[in-house]
């Protein structure tokens, strides 16, 4: 069997991982012209540690989470999550890692695997013995089966689906890292700062570095063109906590990346003969419950599994197709209601949500932060590639 995967990011990547981990042959195709510095972070919740450590991939270059904590907008902790014991008892640490350094591990733990840049996928055609990937330069490439792991503007899902709008939720999101140290953010160690319609996010990463992140509610229009720059953020949060503001003090502009808030309706239909979906292009979500890379982790290992037991490539794709759908439905579902209650800009609710944060029983903040983390891998097979 050989597969193509559209699309050179997190999902990709580990779906050209778990590829070859299985015996099977995989080329990656990337519309990008060179591989870029993405300037942020993410972090890997327990559900993709797992499937990661199963393929033998190194994520020395994050930094474990070991403290994560919500606070007010001067820096107070409204409430510090059990995220100790919550890894305990996945089995698994959440790791922050820079998205260009995961990358790079991703691309290493692929080996030989063709990947070729500049490849802009014009568009695909399914043929007697599999499918043919057209690229917009005129080149092609054929397989028996091809995967778009290709974001949120995925061009195979609008052939698969049609082309359709993305969903804006009406708030800009800030991100960028950089080197950093201070005290009231040790290593090991998350902040979320929550105001009215505001947020910061404050992550180590190691090696010096924090991700840093801020959200501001805005018009739909005004999120999707939102073009100013480090000064006007700095004036978003004067006088929150003196580590938000030196953080962002500290950055060069140019370091500092600008996205809408957005994510799709659910797709339920991900496939179309021999091709299918994986990630952002199947299910992009909000990232409020960070599992935005770590479900299109699942997804490769998943779908690489199927792939590997059933011989016959169209059932392989739908069982993946039916085995993934509803825990990402969920993710979709849960990572919307949980930016809604972060988001809130009525003082009054604001002050509730505060409230309940600081008073609600523990073993509910665990149930909460366990559910979207818990998967079962597969028992596998894995041969050397």
Same mark, same amino acid.
């Given at each position: 069997?050989? %597969? ?11 779906? &050209?991982?778990?590829?070859?981990r @299985? ?5 990656v ?6 591989? @870029? ?5 993410l972090?890997?919740?327990?559900? %993709?540690?797992k ?5 033998? =991939?190194?994520?020395? !270059? ?9 606070? /007010?907008? #001067? ?12 890894? &305990? ?7 922050n ?6 990358? #790079? ?11 070729? *840049?500049?490849?802009?996928l ?8 599999? +499918?043919?990937?057209?690229? $917009?330069?005129? /080149?092609? &490439? ?8 290709d ?7 609008a052939? =698969?689906?049609g082309?359709?709008?993305v /969903? ?12 950093f ?13 929550w105001?009215?319609? +505001? ?7 190691g090696g ?6 801020g ?20 004036? =978003? ?8 503001t $030196? ?16 994510d @799709?309706?659910?797709?339920e ?5 021999? =091709? ?6 199947a299910h ?8 935005g890379?770590?479900?299109? +982790? ?5 779908? &690489? ?9 169209l059932? !392989?794709?739908?069982?993946y197709?039916? #085995? ?6 969920? *993710?979709?579902?849960?990572?919307r209601?949980?930016?809604?209650l ?7 609710? +604001? ?8 008073v ?26």
């Amino acid at each position: 069997m050989k %597969a193509i995967v559209i699309g050179a990011g997190i999902g990709g990547l580990t779906t &050209a991982v778990a590829l070859r981990r @299985r015996g099977i042959e995989v080329e990656v195709y990337e519309a990008g012209p060179q591989w @870029r510095d993405s300037g942020t972070g993410l972090g890997l919740a327990s559900n %993709a540690t797992k499937v990661l450590d199963a393929l033998g =991939v190194d994520l020395s !270059a994050g930094s474990p989470l070991e403290y994560f904590s919500i606070r /007010t907008t #001067a820096g107070k902790q409204l409430r510090e999550l059990p995220i100790g014991a919550i890894t &305990a008892e996945l089995g698994s640490p959440i790791v922050n890692i820079h998205r260009t350094d995961l990358i #790079a591990t991703l691309r290493a733990a692929a080996g030989d695997t063709p990947i070729r *840049l500049g490849a802009r996928l014009s568009g695909y055609t399914r043929t007697g013995d599999g +499918v043919t990937a057209l690229f $917009e330069d005129g /080149t092609s &490439a054929h397989g028996d089966v091809l995967i778009g792991a290709d974001g949120i503007g995925s061009q195979v899902r609008a052939q =698969v689906a049609g082309a359709a709008p993305v /969903t804006e939720h009406g708030y800009v999101c800030w991100l960028a890292t950089v080197p950093f140290s201070d005290p009231r953010l040790p290593a090991g160690h998350a902040n979320h700062y929550w105001g009215r319609g +505001v947020r910061f996010g404050l992550i180590d990463i190691g090696g010096g570095r924090v991700y840093w992140w801020g959200t501001k509610n805005l018009p739909v229009e005004q999120a999707r063109t939102w073009n100013g720059g480090k000064d006007a953020i700095a004036t =978003v949060f004067a006088g929150w906590a003196p580590e938000v503001t $030196e953080v962002i003090d500290r950055t060069p502009d140019a370091a500092i990346h600008t996205v809408p808030a957005q994510d @799709r309706p659910f797709l339920e239909v991900w496939g179309d003969g021999p =091709v299918t979906l994986l990630g952002d292009a199947a299910h992009p979500m909000l990232t409020s419950l960070s599992q935005g890379g770590s479900s299109s +982790v699942e997804d490769a290992y998943v779908l &690489a599994h199927h792939l590997a037991s059933d011989p016959d490539p169209l059932s !392989a794709l739908r069982g993946y197709e039916n #085995a993934r759908r509803d825990r990402t439905r969920m *993710l979709v579902a849960q990572s919307r209601k949980l930016s809604t209650l972060e988001q809130i800009q009525n003082p009054a609710v +604001v002050r509730l949500r505060d409230a309940v944060i600081r008073v609600a029983p523990m073993s509910v903040l665990r149930k909460q932060n366990l559910a979207p983390m818990r998967f079962d891998l597969p028992v596998e097979q894995f041969v050397e590639s």
